[in-house]
C-alpha cells in the first residue's frame, strides 16, 4: 500500500472583514495547479484576538499568512523581524515562516507596481494618492522607489498623512507633499496618476463615492483603484467615462499573491490562472 501524506501545508488570511475577501479562491485556484499540497484559511481576527492568531499560526505550523484591514500595522508587535520593504513602510501584508521566526514582509507595493506597469512605468510620474493606511504606504513608497517624481498623499488625518509625506520625503528620492481632506479634492492638472488607496466602495459599500471632483480629471490620467471587490469600482467606473486609462484592483491582488506564494513555498506560481479565477468569480 502506498504511503500518503495527509498533512497539508498551511497558510491563511487575518482580517476584519474577511469574508468579501476573494484571495483564498485565487490562491487554492494557484495550489491545485502547479499540485502545492496546501491550504489557505480566510480568518476572520478582530484586533484584540490579532496575537492570539499570530501564536496560533505559528504554533500550528504555519508557512506564513496575509495580513488585512485592520491589522496591517498592528501585526508587527508580534513578528521577530520585517524584511526591508515592510521596515520602510512600516506595515505588513505577509507573514512568512523562516525557521522559527516569523517575518513581517510587504507586497502591496510590489504588486500594485507590476499592475501599473502593464500601462505606464511610475518613473518621472506624479501621483496623486487617497489614503495613509497599510496599502498607501506601501503603494507611495514602492511607487516612489521606481522613480515617481511627486506624490500628493489627500488624508483627513492630518498626522497621519503627515507622516507618511515625511517618510517619503527622507527614506526615497520623491518629493511628496500633503492635501487635508476637507472638501471635496479638485486634482492638479499635472498629476499622471490618480489612487485610491483607501476602503471606499469596498463591498458591501459599492456605491461609496471618492469626494472627488470628477470634472477635474483629464484623459491623460491614469485612474486606479486598490479594491478588488467590486473591480469595477463607481470610481473605476465614473473615470473611464471620462476618458482616463483605468486599473482595477484585480492586478495588484493578484501580484501580491504570486509574491506571498513564493515567500511561503518558494514556488513561482502562473499569474494568469489566479486572475482567471477572481474574474470568474466577479464576473468581469
Known amino acids: 500500500m502506498p504511503a500518503h501524506n495527509f498533512l497539508s501545508r498551511l497558510v491563511g488570511s487575518f482580517a476584519t472583514p474577511a469574508a468579501e475577501n476573494p484571495t483564498v479562491a485565487m490562491i487554492e485556484a494557484a ?13 476572520e481576527v478582530a484586533p484584540a484576538d490579532l496575537a492570539d492568531a499570530v501564536r496560533g499560526a505559528k504554533a500550528m505550523g504555519w508557512l506564513g499568512f496575509n495580513c488585512s484591514i485592520p491589522h496591517k500595522v498592528a501585526v508587527i508587535a508580534h513578528l521577530d523581524e520585517l524584511g526591508q520593504s515592510a521596515a ?47 496599502a498607501a504606504r506601501a503603494i507611495a513608497v514602492e511607487s516612489a522607489l521606481a522613480g515617481a517624481s511627486a506624490i500628493t498623499i489627500v488624508n483627513r488625518d492630518p498626522v497621519r498623512g503627515g507622516e507618511l509625506v515625511a517618510l517619503i520625503n527622507e527614506k526615497t528620492s520623491a518629493v511628496a507633499y500633503l492635501a487635508v481632506w476637507e472638501r471635496t479634492v479638485t486634482v492638479d492638472e499635472d498629476s499622471d496618476l490618480i489612487v485610491n488607496a483607501t476602503s471606499i466602495g469596498l463591498y458591501p459599500d459599492v456605491e461609496g463615492r471618492l469626494d472627488l ?20 469600482t463607481l470610481l473605476i467606473r465614473e473615470a473611464e467615462q471620462r476618458g482616463c486609462r483605468t486599473l482595477d484592483g484585480l492586478g495588484m491582488l493578484v501580484n501580491q499573491g504570486v509574491i506571498s506564494i513564493k515567500h511561503w513555498t518558494g514556488i513561482d506560481v502562473e499569474p494568469g490562472v489566479m486572475r482567471r479565477k477572481v474574474e470568474e468569480l466577479f464576473g468581469v
Do not use: Q
Not at 121 to 130: H, N
Not at 213 to 232: H, K, W
Open 31 to 43: 495550489f491545485v495547479h502547479h499540485g502545492i499540497d496546501a491550504r489557505y484559511i480566510n480568518c
Open 88 to 134: 520602510t513602510i512600516g506595515a505588513v501584508n505577509c507573514v512568512v515562516r523562516r525557521g522559527a521566526r516569523l517575518v513581517g514582509e510587504n507586497t502591496d507595493g510590489k504588486g500594485f507596481v507590476e499592475s501599473l506597469r502593464t500601462l505606464v512605468d511610475p518613473a518621472g510620474k506624479k501621483l496623486t494618492l487617497f489614503g495613509a493606511g497599510g
Open 213 to 232: 471632483d470628477m470634472a477635474s480629471l483629464r484623459p491623460n490620467m491614469i485612474v486606479a483603484d486598490v479594491i478588488p471587490n467590486p473591480p469595477r
